[in-house]
């Protein structure tokens, strides 16, 4: 659960132009044709800075939800030990229901704060991953067409083979690392002249 998962960020082709460009020039039968190059989107996934800020979050739900949760289970197994020590010494049955019922009810408790837990978490994932995957679809899709590139594929999941000089993998998480830390030093900057007038100075 710690570890945000981006299975098929992009399916098994990334089309940018053309997705596959077929020339009949040539006397052999059809061929491609283009510029192909391959990416990492998994790679990109794991190194864009964005995903780290976002797996913070997570971790830091994660961490509250686990502490919750040994809270309640060392609630249960102490109930169980007086229960098991004081169960012969007990004469009103009542009060050994009461106990019994209340270690179920805790047990119920337990349950229920996995079970919801775990549906926030997989909710706030989305929410957290799916603008950065959009992001990084889109600054691919840009690449491909401002470059010239008619083919982009994931280099993971389809490409045998490749030359070091077609893998862009490193330019993308540039791209998008370096547009993050724009946006970083504009809001940075916007909040530091919004709050000016606040503090009286003009």
């Known amino acids: 659960m710690r570890k945000v998962i981006a299975t098929g960020i992009l399916g098994c082709v990334i089309a940018c132009g053309l997705a596959v460009a077929v020339s ?3 006397q052999g039968g059809p061929t491609i044709a283009g510029v192909v190059a391959v990416v990492d989107t998994e790679r990109v996934f794991q190194e864009y800075t964005e995903t780290q ?3 913070k ?3 830091g739900a994660l961490s509250t939800l686990e502490e919750r949760g040994k809270e309640l289970d060392d609630e249960i197994r102490a109930l169980e030990e007086r229960l098991t020590k004081q169960r012969l010494f007990i ?3 009542n009060k050994v229901r009461l106990m019994e019922d209340e ?6 408790d337990l349950q229920d704060l996995v079970r919801l837990g775990q549906e926030a978490l997989a909710e706030k994932q989305d929410e957290l ?6 992001e990084i679809r889109d600054t ?4 491909g067409e401002e470059d010239g590139f008619d083919l982009l594929l994931e280099r993971r999941l389809v490409v045998l083979y490749h030359r070091d000089g077609m893998d862009i993998t490193d330019r993308i998480v540039t791209l998008l690392n370096d547009g993050a830390a724009a946006r970083a030093t504009d809001d940075a900057t916007t909040t530091s002249e919004s709050g000016t007038p606040a503090d009286g100075n003009e």
Not at 140 to 143: A, G, N, Y
């Open 24 to 26: 009949g020039r040539s």
């Open 140 to 143: 691919i899709r840009t690449v």
């Open 129 to 134: 991953t799916e603008p950065i995957l959009q």
């Open 103 to 108: 270690i179920r009810q805790k047990r119920t």
């Open 57 to 59: 979050v997570l971790d």
């Open 91 to 93: 004469e009103d049955e």
């Open 53 to 55: 800020k976002a797996q």
